[in-house]
């Protein structure tokens, strides 16, 4: 399995942004996938996830703000990221997971600065 992560720049506090993870090398639609970041100096932490099923959750800081999607027929996650401050900045991940299986793919770096 390889995850391909795009979508991140510079954006304005209050922008927004959406992050697209490119799957391929398995079956999509039988992962759970999530969005991780890792703001620096800080341990990698998850944003947002979303299951095999279509089930989501969302860490506390960014409910109400993010949401995260699937399109299995494009083998794609995305993460919608409205209103978005500056303590959003971080090298944003995407992961897949099917036990006893965890993919990563490689970050995208989203800053949100003036």
């Known amino acids: 399995v390889q995850l391909q992560a795009s979508g991140g720049g510079l954006v304005q506090p209050g922008g927004s942004l959406r992050l697209s993870c490119a799957f391929s090398?398995?079956?999509?639609?039988?992962?759970?996938m999530g969005w991780y970041r890792q703001a620096p100096g800080k341990q990698r932490e998850l944003v947002a996830a979303?299951?095999?099923?279509?089930?989501?959750n969302y860490a506390d800081s960014v409910k109400g703000r993010f949401t995260i999607s699937r399109d299995n027929a494009k083998k794609r996650v995305y993460l919608h990221m409205n209103s978005l401050k500056a303590e959003d900045t971080a090298v944003y991940y995407c992961?897949?997971?099917?036990?006893?299986?965890?993919?990563w793919g490689q970050g995208t770096l989203v800053t949100v600065s003036s």
């Open positions: 992961r897949s997971s099917g036990a006893p299986y965890v993919y």
């Open positions: 090398g398995g079956i999509f639609s039988i992962y759970d």
């Open positions: 979303i299951t095999n099923g279509g089930s989501t």
